[in-house]
Every structure is written in C-alpha cells, then in structure tokens.
Nanobody, 121 residues
Framework: VQLQASGGGLVQTGGSLRLSCLTP????????MGWFRQPPGKEREFVAS????????RLADSVKGRFTISRDAVKNTVYLQMNSLKPEDTAVYYC???????????????WGQGTLVTVSS
C-alpha cells in the first residue's frame, strides 16, 4: 500500500507548514500512522505518531510544543502541523503506517515517498 505524502516546501525560520499523508486504505485498517524525517547526511528519526482508535499521539522531544499530529478518518488522511520551524527541522519527511504501537521504523510496514522540508535561516 503506497501512502501519499505532500505539503513540503521552503519556509523561513519561525514559519509553518502542514504535511498531509493520504492512505488508500481505510485508516482503521492501521493501528497507527506516523511521521519520520531524515536530515541530510543523517539517519531517519521518529517525529510523531497517532493511534487511530483514540487519537492518542506521541511526539519526539525535539518537536514537542511546535508540531502536532492529527487524523481525519473520513478523508483517510493524517496531518503534521509544523510551527516555529527551525533550520534543524530541514529534512525529507516520510509518513508511514503500522499495525502496532511503536516508534521504531522497522515496525512501520507501509511508507510514503517523502516530502522535502527546507527551513532557511
């Protein structure tokens, strides 16, 4: 199943972006969906995830207070609202779906193609 991520772009420090991830399947087919990012020259890291049955979410410490994750079950879409962006948020952002409650990339079985977020200083 191919997820479709969108919404990346170039933004100045302090700006905002909203990423979207559309899943062809009904969202309740998945236990959770999440966002990961891979900064240039670094490994992929967990950003946020949301559990569908109760909208419980988790955020990486580096984005708490700035990013929020939400889901729209009708539209089969998960969003990542990113505020107060910093240059260190620059990365390719990937959405992914999992059938369990985990922050480990290997536990996510379906991935989107990635969308580039660039934050200029």
């Amino acid at each position: 199943v191919q997820l479709q991520a969108s919404g990346g772009g170039l933004v100045q420090t302090g700006g905002s972006l909203r990423l979207s991830c559309l899943t062809p399947e009904r969202t309740f087919s998945w236990y959770q969906m999440g966002w990961f990012r891979q900064p240039p020259g670094k490994e992929r890291e967990f950003v946020a995830s949301i559990r569908f049955r109760d909208a419980k979410s988790r955020l990486a410490d580096s984005v708490k207070g700035r990013f929020t994750i939400s889901r729209d079950a009708v539209k089969n879409t998960v969003y990542l609202q990113m505020n107060s962006l910093k240059p260190e948020d620059t990365a390719v952002y990937y959405c992914a779906a999992s059938r369990e409650w985990s922050v480990l990339p290997e536990r996510f079985v379906s991935w989107g193609q990635g969308t580039l977020v660039t934050v200029s200083s």
